[in-house]
Each structure stands twice: as C-alpha cells, then as structure tokens.
C-alpha cells in the first residue's frame, strides 16, 4: 500500500492541510506538530510525488539538457561537469538526446515545458534558434552549449576556438614546419569557422600559404580524418605537419598514416583539438587543444541557476573559456 500525505495525517492525529505545511516547511505551524509529521513520515518511509508537487509549486528540481550524440566523447566529459554542477544545487538533470535532429531536438523541448522544467541546457542542431525561442516563449531560462552556437543566442558558454586554434597553429611554426595543413570536415558551424579562421590568421601572419582541406562526403569526423589522408598519402602531398580540427579527425589521420606505413612524429606531425578521453590514451598520446569541458560544465549550470533566480530575457549571460595547448608525442621538432 503506498503511503500518502493522508496515512501521515491519520497517524499523526492532524489534518491532511497541516502535514502538507510541515512537509513543505511552511511557518504557520507549530514546531512540536511539525517534528511529530516529519518523523512519522520518516518511519514510515514517505516519499513526496514529484510530479504533484511540481503542479503545486511550479517547480521540479529539474533541469533538461539537450546533446546532439550520447556517443560523442567531448559531451560525456561536459555532462560530467552538468551532473556535478547540478547535483550541488539539489537538481538532477533529464537527459534527451536529439541524434543531431531539428524535429526530435523540438519535440524534446516541449516535452521539457510540459514537465515543469527550471530551466533547459542545450547543445542545439542548429544555429537558427527560432524554433526553440518559439516553443518556451522566453518564459523558461536557457543555457546554449556546443559546437552550434552562435552569436544570436544571448545566453551560452563556449571556447575561445579561434584562440585554441592560433595556439595549435603557432606551436606546429614554433617546431620548424611551414607546410602545415589543416584538416576538417564539412560542418559550416561558428566552432568550425572559429577554428579556420585562427589557422588562416597565424599562417598568413608567418607569410605561409594556408592550406585548408574539407572533406566533403558525409562521413564521421574520423573517417572524415582517414580519407583524407589517405587521398594525400596517395597523391605524394604529403605535409610536414597536420592541424586536425578535432581530435576524432586526428585519430583518422593516425590511421591512415598507419596503413600507408608513415610514422607520426617521424614522417608527419600532428596536432588535434578538443583533447577528448581517448587523446591520452598510451598507445595513442596525441598533442592537442585542450577544452576544460568538466569546468564548462559547471559553469553552465551555474549560469543557468542565476538565471532561475533572477530571470529578465534581456540579461545576457556568456562566458568564453580558454583551452589551452598539451604536449604529448605526435609533434617533433624539424
């Protein structure tokens, strides 16, 4: 038999009105009956329907929190970061994965509106956001995370991608190599122009010519990597150095050059970006951008709860994160 606010009343010997007042700490009620509802309900093992209290309170403890691939590893590590931010505030996260699809990604969002969410964090398909603005009508706080975001989204938090990309840029001339290659896949997101551009900027800076690869088959991002490579390898364009604009890239390089029996560092050097779990790897031990994706995280969520706290939908909330360079072995000196 479950037990309700009426059992607890029952056995307390008070009314269903006072136990809900002591459960929900309210104040016009005395502190001997109080303690005698808690610890009835205590013993007895009573648990409070979430879903009946939202109704009452408007509130869920609830955050959703939209990402386009559970398998991509950079939005494990992030989610990390989310959960523990979250968790700290006593809110837990409703976790919906849009598969990189625009009608499953709104349909998630108004499914978050009718369960009372607090607030909604999103790595969106997009960055048209006219959808989403749509469905919560401003009325709900939003917090915009990932690859897709752009500069008309007034709340986010990202990398400095153009940043990280001069630094990988940079330290790739600092090691001797002026025929550096970029390359990426077909994805015409801010992060991936950020990422270009940075390249681009160092190099014509350097006087070298700039020379940007986009593969443009539909493909996963290593494969992407693979291919490409492996089109260069075939055509004896081979650089001294690859800048890979992410790291899943960079393992489709490795793997190339593997098959085609080219050793990096010793025949070509490579950079990648994200510094993804599997950058560290002992058998792998890639030089990377390292993105502080836990921190992100929890900034994020810290964001979003000022937001619950004191939400205007004119305040703009954005912060811009540093990655940095870490050196492992695929780089060396010429």
Excluded: W
Aim: glycine content about 6%; proline content about 3%; some cysteine.
């Amino acid at each position: 038999m479950s037990v309700t606010i009426k059992t607890i009343a029952k056995l307390a010997g008070v009314s269903s009105a006072a136990v809900s007042k002591a459960l929900n700490g309210h104040s016009d009620i005395s502190d001997e009956t109080k303690n005698k509802i808690l610890k009835i309900s205590k013993e007895i093992g009573y648990t409070p329907n979430a879903i009946a209290r939202s109704l009452v309170t408007q509130k869920s403890n609830t955050i959703g929190l939209l990402i386009p691939n559970i398998s991509t590893p950079i939005y494990a590590e992030i989610f990390k970061g989310l959960d523990n931010g979250a968790r700290e505030l006593g809110y837990s996260l409703f976790l919906c994965n849009t598969n990189d699809d625009i009608e499953i990604e709104r349909d998630y969002v108004r499914n978050l509106m009718e369960k009372r969410v607090n607030g909604i964090i999103i790595a969106p398909v997009s960055e048209n956001i006219d959808d989403i603005v749509d469905i919560t009508r401003n009325s709900i706080p939003v917090i915009y995370i990932g690859g897709k975001v752009s500069d008309n989204m007034n709340n986010y938090v990202i990398v400095d991608n153009l940043y990280g990309s001069r630094l990988a840029t940079e330290y790739l001339i600092q090691l001797g190599h002026k025929d550096i290659y970029m390359l990426t896949y077909n994805k015409d997101t801010k992060t991936n122009r950020d990422r270009i551009a940075g390249y681009r900027a160092v190099m014509l800076e350097n006087k070298i010519d700039p020379k940007v690869f986009i593969y443009h088959e539909n493909c996963s991002r290593r494969e992407c990597g693979y291919r490409q490579t492996i089109k260069l390898i075939e055509s004896e364009d081979v650089p001294t150095a690859i800048f890979a604009s992410n790291d899943m890239v960079a393992l489709g390089v490795m793997e190339a050059a593997l098959e085609k029996g080219l050793k990096i560092p010793d025949d070509i050097s490579l950079i990648g970006y994200d510094d993804i779990v599997y950058a560290s790897l002992p058998t792998i031990k890639l030089t990377t951008i390292s993105q502080p994706k836990f921190e992100m995280g929890v900034l994020a969520i810290d964001l979003l709860f000022k937001m619950m706290n004191n939400f205007n939908v004119n305040d703009k909330h954005r912060r811009i994160v540093k990655p940095e360079l870490v050196i492992r072995n695929t780089c060396k000196s010429i």
